[in-house]
T-cell receptor, first 115, second 109 residues
Framework: KAGVTQTPRYLIKTRGQQVTLSCSPISGHRSVSWYQQTPGQGLQFLFEYFSETQRNKGNFPGRFSGRQFSNSRSEMNVSTLELGDSALYLC??????????????FGSGTQLSVL | QKEVEQNSGPLSVPEGAIASLNCTYSDRGSQSFFWYRQYSGKSPELIMSIYSNGDKEDGRFTAQLNKASQYVSLLIRDSQPSDSATYLCAVWSNYQLIWGAGTKLIIKP
């Protein structure tokens, strides 16, 4: 079974640009979550999608948005990039997304650098 | 704001000794607790989950949960250099996982 696939692996953008990141969950998983990870800050929850609906949202500005398609693939968009958006963006999927005991499976992440 | 606190370390432990990692959380209603391991440049991977008070053992790893004191710990017995990584504590709270900043563990040969 293929794991969680994130593309691209690396991105370099300049301030003011926008970026779209992609995540394909494990086959059969319907829940996809997005996280931002920066040194010293740990994992910060961005949002979770389940069956094409945003189920939960973290404390990030509206420049961060996402969506999920009918095949459970998800995209995350960041508009008007700022230097502080430089981070590793991780996507994670889990089974049917209904249980608090479910294990998260992470992708390899997208390393975003904003210059 | 629900919080999960961990000592950032680094925690240095000799090879073969017991490594003890601790985590405290603020939401008394939390029911699920997880330990993830993250090697440098890699993604987090789940190593232990615990839901009831007490100890849960899996190989060299033991997770301990004390809901009354709101802490969860991870013990690694017979520490190996390959255990050197950052260990992330995650707590399910209010429909999302809240993560600690992680403890960097260094196992010295």
């Amino acid at each position: 079974k293929a794991g969680v696939t994130q593309t691209p692996r690396y991105l370099i953008k300049t301030r003011g640009q926008q970026v779209t990141l992609s995540c394909s969950p494990i086959s059969g998983h319907r829940s996809v979550s997005w996280y931002q990870q920066t040194p010293g800050q740990g994992l910060q929850f961005l949002f979770e999608y389940f069956s094409e609906t945003q189920r939960n949202k973290g404390n990030f500005p509206g420049r961060f948005s996402g969506r999920q398609f009918s095949n459970s693939r998800s995209e995350m968009n960041v508009s008007t990039l700022e230097l502080g958006d430089s981070a590793l963006y991780l996507c994670a999927s889990r089974g049917d997304g209904t249980g608090v005991t479910e294990k998260l499976f992470f992708g390899s992440g997208t390393q975003l650098s904003v210059l | 704001q629900k919080e999960v606190e961990q000592n950032s370390g680094p925690l240095s432990v000799p090879e073969g000794a017991i490594a003890s990692l601790n985590c405290t959380y603020s939401d008394r209603g939390s029911q699920s607790f997880f330990w993830y391991r993250q090697y440098s440049g890699k993604s987090p991977e789940l190593i232990m989950s615990i839901y009831s008070n007490g100890d849960k053992e899996d190989g060299r790893f033991t997770a301990q949960l004390n809901k009354a004191s709101q802490y969860v710990s991870l013990l690694i017995r017979d520490s190996q250099p390959s255990d050197s990584a950052t260990y992330l504590c995650a707590v399910w709270s209010n429909y999302q996982l809240i993560w600690g900043a992680g403890t960097k563990l260094i196992i010295k040969p």
